[in-house]
C-alpha cells in the first residue's frame, strides 16, 4: 500500500511570491496534519484537517492556509514568503485524527526560499 | 515554550548492546506518547506509542517506558543495529483534545543516534 505521497519534492521560490504544496494520505485515512521542521528541530504543528474541515490549528500567520478535499488530499499554501520559511513540510496521515493513534508522515517538500 | 525535550543531542552506541533515548515533557495534561525515527531526506517513520494509563510497552526490539510522575518517557533499544542509527524524536499528544490542539503533535528536538558495528 502507498504510504503518504507529497509533492514537489524540492522547491525553490524568491520572497513574496506565494507556494502551494500537496499531500495524498494513505488510503483510507479521512485526516491529514501538516507541519514545519527547521534544522535542528523538531517538527511543528502548522493545521490539521479531518472529513474536509480544519480541526486543529497551530500558532502561524495567517498567511499559511490549508484545505482539504473530498478524496482527502489536501494542500497547504503559504502567500507573501519569508526567507524565514524556508523548511521542510511534511504532511501526516491517519485515521480518525490521531487522537489515540499514529500519525504517518511523508518525506516531505523541502521549501527554499531566496 | 518547549513542552517536550530531548535533552541529549546524540547518542553513540555498540552494536548488540542497548540504546536508550530520553524525553521529557512539562505539560501534565499530555496523555499518548510517541516515538519516531527519521533517515535524512525521508519523513518520520512510526516507532512505537504509549498511552499514560500504562508504564511500558514492548514491540521487538523497541520498549517505551513512562513515569508520568516524573513527565519522563525514555526509548530502549536491545540489541541495538548499524540500521538504527537515525534521528529519534518523541512527541506527546493530548488524547482528548479540543479547541486548536486537536491532533496536535508536540515534538522534541531529536536525538541522533549512532550505532557502531
Known amino acids: 500500500d502507498a504510504g503518504v505521497t507529497q509533492s514537489p519534492t524540492h522547491l525553490i521560490k524568491t520572497r513574496g511570491q506565494h507556494v502551494t504544496l500537496r499531500c495524498s494520505p494513505i488510503s483510507g485515512h479521512k485526516s491529514v496534519s501538516w507541519y514545519q521542521q527547521v534544522l535542528g528541530q523538531g517538527p511543528q504543528f502548522i493545521f490539521q484537517?479531518?472529513?474536509?474541515?480544519?480541526?486543529g490549528r497551530g500558532n502561524f500567520p495567517d498567511r499559511f492556509s490549508a484545505r482539504q478535499f473530498p478524496n482527502y488530499s489536501s494542500e497547504l499554501n503559504v502567500n507573501a514568503l519569508l526567507l524565514g520559511d524556508s523548511a521542510l513540510y511534511l504532511c501526516?496521515?491517519?485515521?480518525?485524527?490521531?487522537?489515540?493513534?499514529?500519525?504517518?508522515f511523508g518525506d516531505g517538500t523541502r521549501l527554499s526560499i531566496l | 515554550d518547549q513542552q517536550v525535550k530531548q535533552n541529549s543531542p546524540s547518542l553513540s552506541v555498540q552494536e548488540g548492546r542497548i540504546s536508550i533515548l530520553n524525553c521529557d515533557y512539562t505539560n501534565s495534561m499530555f496523555d499518548y506518547f510517541l516515538w519516531y525515527k527519521k533517515y535524512p531526506a525521508e519523513g518520520p517513520t512510526f516507532l512505537i506509542s504509549?498511552?499514560?494509563?500504562?508504564d511500558k510497552n514492548e514491540d521487538g526490539r523497541f520498549t517505551v517506558f513512562l513515569n508520568k510522575s516524573a513527565k519522563h518517557l525514555s526509548l530502549h533499544i536491545v540489541p541495538s543495529q548499524p540500521g538504527d542509527s537515525a534521528v529519534y524524536f518523541c512527541?506527546?499528544?493530548?488524547?482528548?483534545?479540543?479547541?486548536?490542539?486537536?491532533?496536535?503533535?508536540?515534538f522534541g528536538q531529536g536525538t541522533i543516534l549512532t550505532v557502531h558495528p
Open positions: 501526516a496521515s491517519s485515521t480518525t485524527g490521531g487522537l489515540g493513534q499514529p500519525q504517518h
Open positions: 504509549i498511552s499514560s494509563i500504562k
Open positions: 484537517y479531518y472529513e474536509k474541515e480544519e480541526r
Open positions: 512527541a506527546a499528544s493530548l488524547l482528548y483534545a479540543g479547541g486548536t490542539s486537536y491532533g496536535k503533535l508536540t
